[in-house]
């Protein structure tokens, strides 16, 4: 099993480009999570998901959307990037515990 | 606002030292989870508890929901348990401690 994979590991982004962030988990969970990671801040959630075709907005949603259209793959658009936007993301997936990917470093210039 | 508080930020130890890393929250909570975070960046969960005690090796979650407290117990430290230990709560949504970062020194 991979467990969750996340793509791209890195990216630069001008202000106001778009990108999609890819989750992927081959768990078979039900609930799936996005979170960014600033310094002095600790994770904060930003959108989740308790199934497919379900999404809610977690703490830090402004900015973000996502989408559920396959159990196992949550997705993470940024439509117009904001320099307030890098961070480091990080997708998690669960039934009880977390289970995380390895994180993708984005900075927008 | 802080829902969830770590203490200490902080915290060298010798090997072989006993540790302990406490976390306060203020919101009702359907569980609680101690994370590990290593310098490399990747995150793994340690221990999920709603109620009680859990022990997994040399280490010890312990939790009281009255008091809305929860500690991290690490014994017999090794050099390898230096990482950021995480606390985070769940109620409908996940609320994070902003890390208590140990290293232990050989």
């Known amino acids: ?109 | 606002k802080n829902e969830v508080e770590q203490s200490p930020q902080n915290l060298t130890a010798q090997e072989g030292e006993f540790i302990t890393i406490n976390c306060s929250y203020s919101v009702g909570i359907s569980a609680l989870h101690w994370l590990q975070q290593h310098p490399g960046g990747g995150i793994v969960s340690l221990f999920m508890l709603s109620s009680g005690k859990k022990k997994h090796g040399r280490l010890i979650a312990t939790i009281n929901i009255q008091e809305k407290h929860s500690s991290l117990h690490i014994t017999a430290s090794h050099p390898r348990d230096s990482a950021v230990y995480i606390c985070a709560v769940q109620d409908h949504q996940f609320y994070f401690g902003t890390g208590t970062s140990l290293t232990v020194i050989p």
């Open chain 1, 1 to 109: 099993n991979a467990g969750v994979t996340q793509t791209p590991k890195f990216r630069v982004l001008k202000t106001g480009q778009s990108m999609t962030l890819l989750c992927a988990q081959d768990m078979n969970h039900e609930y799936m999570y996005w979170y960014r990671q600033d310094p002095g801040m600790g994770l904060r959630l930003i959108h989740y998901s308790v199934g497919e075709g379900t999404t809610a907005k977690g703490e830090v949603p402004d900015g973000y959307n996502v989408s559920r259209l396959k159990k196992q793959n949550f997705l993470l658009g940024l439509e117009s990037a904001a320099p307030s936007q890098t961070s480091v993301y990080f997708c998690a997936s669960s039934r009880g515990e977390q289970y995380f990917g390895p994180g993708t470093r984005l900075t927008v210039t």
